[in-house]
């Protein structure tokens, strides 16, 4: 069964550095999204991508934040410079069209120090 | 803004008994609901959903869960628990067909063989 895959499983940066996160969709979907998990808290939706757009965003996803589809297979989160309050695990999902469905990758722990 | 609630955060059986997970959520709206499972180590997992139709609806590992309007409830149960299902349940809604999920806080369900 095709599955969403996310990569790095855990990265560690230091505060104001740059990450990129990635994330390979399962492959004939079209509708991509990011959520992220701060430990202890909720699951919380960023931003939905659909046709090299974003869709709809969240207020936690500000001008640090950026989405891109660089190649016909890998969606990426970028975080420009990161804070101490980034430090969560961030999930990638994936939905076909006329599905209704959400499949979700494994999740990236960001530790920012 | 719409939100979602589990009662509990934690819920510790033994092997055989039933199982039964609260959610609630609060949006006046038409909602989509869905029940997620994380097992340990593995990314999140679709257990059900419910769009429209039967209230009742059933899902894969003998779960099933009970959509009452009135409630603003969409309870997840199961009538005999295995070890295999120690994971953790999350109950999301959206408010059309592939839109932003919100979550509720999760349940971690520990199952004692």
């Known amino acids: 069964e095709p599955e969403v895959t996310q990569t790095p499983s855990h990265q560690v940066t230091q505060m104001g550095q740059e990450v990129i996160l990635r994330c390979v969709p399962i492959s004939n979907h079209l509708y991509f999204y990011w959520y992220r998990q701060i430990l202890g808290q909720k699951v919380e939706f960023l931003v939905s991508?659909?046709?090299?757009?974003?869709?709809?965003k969240s207020e936690i996803f500000d001008d640090q934040f950026s989405v891109e589809r660089p190649d016909g297979s890998n969606f990426t989160l970028k975080i420009r410079s990161t804070k101490l309050e980034d430090s969560a695990m961030y999930f990638c999902?994936?939905?076909?069209?006329?599905?209704?469905?959400?499949?979700f990758g494994p999740g990236t722990r960001l530790t920012v120090l | 803004a719409q939100s979602v609630s589990q009662h509990n955060h934690h819920v510790i059986l033994s092997e055989a008994a039933s199982l039964e997970l609260g959610c609630n959520y609060s949006?006046?709206?038409?909602?989509?609901l869905f029940w997620y499972v994380q097992y340990p180590g593995q990314h999140l997992q679709l257990l059900l959903k419910?769009?429209?139709?039967?209230?009742l609806v059933k899902g894969i590992k003998g779960f099933e869960a009970e959509f009452i309007k009135s409630k603003f409830s969409f309870n997840l149960r199961k009538p005999s628990v295995q070890w295999s299902d120690t994971a953790e349940y999350f109950c999301?809604?959206?408010?059309?067909?592939?839109?932003?999920?919100?979550f509720g806080g999760g349940t971690r369900v520990l199952v004692k063989p």
């Open positions: 419910y769009f429209s139709g039967d209230p």
């Open positions: 999902a994936s939905r076909g069209q006329g599905s209704d469905t959400q499949y």
């Open positions: 999301a809604v959206n408010q059309a067909a592939g839109n932003k999920l919100t």
């Open positions: 991508f659909y046709n090299n757009e974003i869709s709809e």
């Open positions: 949006y006046g709206g038409t909602v989509n």
